[in-house]
């Protein structure tokens, strides 16, 4: 059992820290991107369309490893990572875990919904990877497709409110709260 003192001084992992900033950036990269670029009127020129929706879907796949490859360094270090500042009222202390545990969720599902929906399309053009081209396990249906990139864009929605929920509850702690125990910015940087 740690001490306060010990919650309050603990860092993430360095690994866990990089993964953590780098997949925020990659996730609001590609969020932003594909606002963008389904917004793009059919006038746009072929280009735009072909540097915008292959790079979506290779930082998607990078962005659903990245995810993997954190749940494993978790798991690695478990019995090392900072607990849950005590002084934390018992809603906060749920609503953190449920936020937490909801974004890991969802930046490993978004990307598989947005790989199944491209996988379905009858008419796609393949789910590149960096020069590899990943397979497409699914069969061409596009009303797999309809439903799939409904998954895809409605979790994709529901994973930035749930980022903006998590930074909100980082500023309150540090601002509101006037650090202390609950300032558990630290603990990323």
Do not use: C
Request: charged share 15%.
């Amino acid at each position: 059992m740690h001490t306060q003192n010990e919650v309050a001084a603990a860092k993430y992992p360095m690994s866990m820290r990089l993964l953590h900033w780098f997949r925020a950036v990659l996730i609001l990269g590609l969020i932003w991107s594909g606002w963008y670029m389904t917004g793009l009127p059919e006038t746009t020129p072929m280009e735009t369309f072909d540097l915008f929706y292959p790079n979506h879907k290779q930082f998607g796949i990078v962005v659903w490893l990245l995810a993997l490859t954190h749940l494993v360094i978790r798991w690695n270090n478990r019995r090392i990572l900072p607990q849950t500042p005590q002084s934390l009222k018992p809603w906060e202390k749920t609503l953190s875990h449920v936020v937490h545990r909801s974004i890991m969720a969802l930046t490993i599902l978004t990307p598989m919904f947005g790989y199944a929906m491209s996988s379905s399309f009858t008419q796609s053009d393949g789910v590149p990877f960096f020069g590899l081209e990943v397979p497409e396990l699914l069969p061409k249906n596009d009303d797999a497709f309809a439903v799939y990139h409904e998954l895809h864009e409605y979790s994709a929605y529901v994973l930035l409110a749930l980022v903006v929920l998590h930074v909100a509850g980082a500023m309150k702690h540090r601002f509101h709260d006037k650090g202390g125990e609950t300032d558990v910015l630290p603990r990323m940087l």
